[in-house]
């Protein structure tokens, strides 16, 4: 199974295609994700409905709030609020937006200089920002899911390069892609996808995803 930040639902699979009795689904996904299937879609819904609301300022609330599956936009606001602890018309505003951009930019400085607390020090870092095309590739990933910072750097040394090495993937192209919105999801529900380029007949050891 696999998630993606662009859709309500992350493509969830049914019971049916993987091949489980509802029961057993359910429980597999509770222990797996840490939260039922239903809480899951709620959370994630929600998660993409803020996302919408600041990316497309023009975008109408009702849309936003069918888009994720509301049938109207009392019930997604209800649901917004207590999820957010505002309105949706509040969150997609100038000041909020903001306010968000700037604690991104705090989180983004801090978990590069290796620190979790997000406290700004007097250290000047120059990111060399470059847009490329690239031609879609295979991949292997190792998924972790918990706070961004030094807990990033440890997971790639600890977990991925050994990883790497067993599978004789070393030398070879490595993403890390960042799967949610640390100013929206929770912490400890943040999804980073530690990648690595690797051949289409690939079939290697332990816990990864391939796409």
């Known amino acids: 199974m696999t998630a993606s930040s662009t859709s309500a639902s992350n493509s969830i699979p049914s019971p049916r295609v993987a ?16 939260e039922t299937l239903g809480e899951y879609l709620r959370r994630r819904r929600l998660e ?8 497309q300022p023009r975008l109408p609330v009702l849309q936003v709030a069918l888009s994720v599956g509301f049938g109207s936009a009392e019930a997604f606001a209800r649901a917004f609020k207590a999820r957010f602890g505002e309105s949706p018309s509040v969150w ?12 991104g930019k705090r989180d983004q400085a801090a978990a590069l200089r ?8 007097n250290t000047s870092i120059d ?10 590739v295979r991949v292997a990933h190792l ?19 050994p990883w790497m090495a067993t599978n004789n993937l070393l030398g070879r192209a490595r ?3 960042s799967q949610d919105d640390p100013n929206i999801t929770a912490p400890e529900k943040l999804r980073y ?12 050891t332990g816990p990864y995803i391939r796409r």
Not at 97 to 102: E, H, L, S, V
Not at 143 to 161: D, K, N
């Open 19 to 34: 091949n489980f009795s509802p029961f057993h689904f359910h429980r597999l996904f509770a222990a797996w994700m840490g």
């Open 48 to 55: 993409v409905a803020a996302q919408r609301l600041v990316a």
């Open 92 to 103: 997609r505003s100038t000041e909020h937006r903001k306010r968000d951009q700037a604690k």
């Open 114 to 121: 290796g620190t979790d607390d997000g406290t700004m020090k």
């Open 127 to 136: 990111l060399n920002v470059k847009l490329v095309d690239r031609q879609p």
């Open 143 to 161: 998924r972790r899911v918990g706070p961004c910072g030094s807990g990033l750097s440890e997971f790639w040394i600890e977990t991925v390069a």
């Open 175 to 177: 993403y890390g892609i």
């Open 193 to 204: 996808d530690a990648a690595v380029e690797v051949p289409e007949d690939f079939t290697g």
